[in-house]
Nanobody, 124 residues
């Protein structure tokens, strides 16, 4: 059972930055890791994805230019650097991992393993 553990969430003012971390003790070989978020009253939505091999990162339009996903394969870690945060970025952020390349990168079903989530709150 692959378990992912997120950390780094918290309260920040609009315009500020936060860095989320995700420990993936047994990363999905040949696959990818991603971040999703779930705000109250909304559906869980895709934020960013990075393959465990290569540099082909993908982002939701709403975070493009503000968020950066990265990884450290030696440590089995994935990061989400968030800058220029907005109140609408407030959500529980989840790290996920998968290996089904035939699935759409933004689809929840493309990810097999999930973390428990970390709360990010952006005040105006």
């Amino acid at each position: 059972q692959v378990q992912l553990v997120e950390s780094g969430g918290g309260l920040v003012q609009a315009g500020g930055s936060l860095r989320l971390s995700c420990a993936a003790p047994r990363r999905t070989f040949g696959g990818y890791a991603g971040w999703f978020r779930h705000a109250p009253g909304l559906e869980r939505e895709f934020v960013a994805r990075i393959p465990w091999s290569g540099d082909s990162t993908l982002y939701a339009d709403s975070v493009k230019g503000r968020f950066t996903i990265s990884r450290d394969n030696a440590k089995n870690m994935v990061y989400l650097q968030m800058s220029s945060l907005k109140p609408e970025d407030t959500a529980v952020y989840y790290c996920a991992s998968g290996s089904n390349w035939r699935r759409a990168y933004y689809a929840i079903v493309a990810y097999d393993y999930w973390g428990q989530g970390t709360q990010v709150t952006v005040s105006s």
